[in-house]
């Protein structure tokens, strides 16, 4: 077998590919080279510099693995390589230790004054008093997110003694359990935490997930931590916050813009900064080239690679019938993940119609990669979707029926737990047009795509045109606008395709208009 590395990667990631074929190292090759050189190897290795955009890989005769020794795929295009049939993998566990080791340090420097008592010992000052710190045994830290890395800062927290309690509406309680955490409400985790820490990926849903009226609510000795994206904490509200004394303090290792010169945080005693490091270390380095290198060499050998994102192409016939299908799945799971309330513990897709003949594993994993995708902060495919289900407790079913209703195919999603349950049906009309039909058993008919606002209300003359107002003086743009309700003056729901993102303080004036019970903001 012959290897590409066209971007450094440490020594025994290298040594691993040696072992079973010829590998060449050329890190400084031109996009004319690239195209000139690729079509003779069998995989490639890459990291951020290199770019496999489609007229490259239009060259990539004999290629059949793409390996990108990180997390981000921005500089790999996935849907020529697809439709190459070349396998595309990452390696997006490989940073995990350090960087929850890189919350718990930050934790640990925060409770203890260490950055600021080195910095005044190191000017010739001796100020024990001024450093006076705590103890973090039999404190609380708040877990926001219990993905891969939340899970592994919630059990070390708990070794040195912490109580933790969590908030991530995607787990099961079966699963909390299990790593001896308590689920809780979000505003119990504000309310009662000593320290707060982020591990969500940055959407619509997450950004600003911790300002003004959280640090209203916090402790006033409490301390942010944030070593996830950027954005997830409101930085200007932080200020504030620390300024009014309503919070003790923070510390961050990712910024809103980075870096993040002229900010007001650097200037303050009580922030605790450092330079987007939660990855930097020699072993996560080593750990990236050894696992890339072990799943090239997988894939290349038959065996799956279960960070693979994505499956090489199918015949021309049996991708015209489920092209379609994928498609619409993925959009409902991330649809249902964004309207969803509660935890879950059981998702059910029901495949309807023309449907009960074709393969559906593929359409069940695309649900599950669209459901996490829009709530995991880590790359969800169509090989590990199912993992993410198994390691969150959460039960999976999946069933056929003749009955699609009045639809000639229908895939209905639906997400259950002790107290509820959610549900979104689409179909698709002729060959690629998709909608979704039904919420919550709400008929709607509307497409699946772009900008969304979803409203839980009463049906009661002015809910509506309320709603209308307020995104007209923001300037909101809308393009369709359908309504569902079980009776005349009862629940309703309405969704709206609009041309624009909401941010959320146009979201706090929709949820401010009389009979609004909830507005979610939805990107497909």
Request: hydrophobic residues 40%; charged residues 30%.
């Amino acid at each position: 077998m012959k290897f590409l590395i066209s971007d450094k990667i440490e020594e025994k990631g290298i040594l691993k590919l040696k072992e079973k074929g010829q590998v060449e190292v050329e890190t400084s090759l031109s996009k004319e080279e690239l195209k000139n050189r690729i079509p003779k190897y069998d995989a490639i290795i890459v990291r951020s510099g290199t770019t496999l955009d489609e007229e490259v890989l239009s060259c990539a005769d004999n290629l059949k693995v793409i390996g990108r020794a990180g997390v981000g795929v921005d500089n790999i295009d996935i849907d020529a390589a697809t439709k190459k049939g070349i396998i595309v993998i990452n390696a997006p566990e490989a940073s995990t230790i350090s960087v929850s080791e890189h919350t718990l340090g930050l934790l640990m420097a925060s409770a203890r004054n260490i950055p600021q008592a080195n910095s005044s010992l190191k000017d010739e000052k001796w100020e024990k008093s001024k450093f006076l710190g705590e103890e973090v045994y039999e404190k609380t830290l708040g877990v926001f997110g219990l993905g891969r890395i939340g899970s592994e800062v919630a059990k070390r927290a708990r070794k040195l003694g912490m109580d933790v309690l969590a908030f991530d509406p995607y787990i099961s309680e079966e699963r909390a359990n299990e790593l001896g955490i308590d689920l809780s409400i979000k505003e119990k985790v504000i309310e009662e935490a000593d320290f707060i820490t982020t591990h969500v990926p940055l959407t619509e849903e997450t950004r600003h997930l911790i300002s003004s009226e959280e640090f209203d609510r916090m402790k006033d000795d409490a301390t942010i931590l944030n070593v996830a994206r950027g954005g997830i904490v409101d930085e200007e509200a932080l200020a504030d916050a620390i300024k009014e004394g309503k919070i003790k303090g923070a510390a961050l290792d990712v910024f809103e813009e980075e870096p993040p010169f002229g900010s007001e945080l650097l200037e303050m005693d009580e922030v605790i900064v450092t330079p987007h490091l939660g990855a930097s270390t020699e072993e996560a380095q080593v750990n990236v080239a050894v696992s890339i290198a072990n799943q090239v060499l997988d894939a290349l050998e038959g065996k799956p690679a279960k960070n693979a994102l994505n499956i090489p192409a199918m015949s021309s016939t049996e991708l015209n019938r489920i092209k379609p299908y994928l498609s619409l799945a993925e959009k409902l799971g991330s649809f249902l993940a964004q309207v969803m309330e509660g935890s879950t513990e059981e998702i059910t897709i029901i495949l309807a119609g023309e449907l009960i003949d074709e393969k559906t594993d593929p359409i069940k994993t695309s649900v599950l990669k669209g459901f996490f995708n829009a709530i995991v902060d880590e790359p969800v495919n169509m090989v590990n979707s199912e993992i993410f289900a198994d390691k969150r407790g959460i039960k999976v079913i999946e069933s056929k029926t003749s009955n699609a209703g009045d639809f000639n195919n229908l895939i209905k999603v639906q997400v259950s737990n002790d107290k509820t349950t959610t549900s979104v049906s689409g179909t698709i009309f002729g060959r690629y047009d998709e909608r979704i039909v039904e919420i919550e058993g709400y008929r709607i008919n509307t497409k699946l795509e772009g900008h969304m606002l979803y409203t839980r209300h009463i049906d009661k003359p002015g809910v509506i045109g309320n709603v209308g107002g307020v995104l007209g003086q923001n300037g909101i743009n809308v393009g369709s606008m359908q309504v569902g309700r079980e009776k005349t003056r009862g629940k309703a729901i309405m969704l709206l395709t609009i041309d624009d993102i909401l941010d959320e303080e146009i979201l706090k004036e929709i949820r401010k208009i009389d009979k609004i019970n909830d507005v979610k903001y939805i990107k497909i």
